[in-house]
């Protein structure tokens, strides 16, 4: 079993829609939870940041972390296609040490 | 303010050759990763350079080594390259252990 879970879709929307993307983990010792896109052929750019429980809002995007589940979500509101993209989530026990990656969601929202 | 460089972007080597990838963090960076990702799947940690150091190793063979200059720039060496090293090589860069981890867009490596 993976350290990470990541459903790898591909997960597709109408445009204006709600993205809703989810990782599980088995790992208690992760605190720090991000989200990553990645385009085609592109590396993986920083969305999200969050450290322990809680929710962070940016934008149109929300991230949400349950330790206590061991889950973590990303909404995207509003999407657009240009939202049309991998979406990777990665944790880390300690910030800057190394990540542990999910096998990524592939989302497409059509126009 | 330039991010994480890295280069080549595209090569293809033969079975049993070497390869050498190149890394430049982002500015006031120190810390430099390497990920392998191989298509269709999310990045795996190969090992991380601090003030010239290894500091920590993933689950890759002695074949993966590496390198940090004084300038934080960084080298990936793959050795006796086979067939399932075909991947792509991601570099990432972050300030010690306080920050986020930033990466580079990569470099695709074909072994045929």
């Known amino acids: 079993q993976k350290e990470v879970e990541q459903d790898p879709g591909p997960l597709s929307v109408p445009e204006g829609a709600i993205v809703s993307l989810n990782c599980t983990y088995s790992n208690s010792a992760f605190q720090y939870f991000m989200w990553y896109r990645q385009y085609s052929r592109k590396g993986p750019e920083l969305l999200m940041y969050?450290?322990?429980?809680g929710n962070k809002e940016d934008g149109r995007f929300t991230a949400q972390v349950d330790k206590s589940s061991k889950y973590i979500s990303l909404f995207i509101r509003d999407s657009q296609p240009s939202d049309s993209a991998t979406y990777l989530c990665?944790?880390?026990?300690?910030?800057?040490?190394?990540?542990?990656f999910g096998g990524g969601t592939r989302v497409l929202v059509k126009p | 303010d330039a991010g994480v460089t890295q280069s080549p972007t595209h090569l293809i080597k033969t079975r049993g050759q070497q390869v050498t990838l190149r890394c430049s963090p982002k500015s006031g960076h120190d810390t430099v990763s390497w990920y392998q990702q191989a298509l269709g799947q999310g990045p795996q940690f190969i090992f991380q350079y601090y003030e010239e150091e290894e500091r920590q190793r993933g689950n890759f063979p002695d074949r993966f080594s590496g390198h940090q200059f004084p300038n934080y720039s960084s080298e990936l060496n793959v050795n006796a390259l086979l067939l399932g090293d075909s991947a792509l090589y991601l570099c990432?860069?972050?300030?010690?252990?306080?920050?986020?981890?930033?990466f580079g867009e990569g470099s695709w490596l074909t072994v045929v």
């Open positions: 990432a860069s972050s300030l010690s252990s306080r920050d986020t981890i930033y």
């Open positions: 969050t450290y322990s429980s």
């Open positions: 990665a944790m880390d026990e300690a910030a800057g040490n190394k990540l542990t």
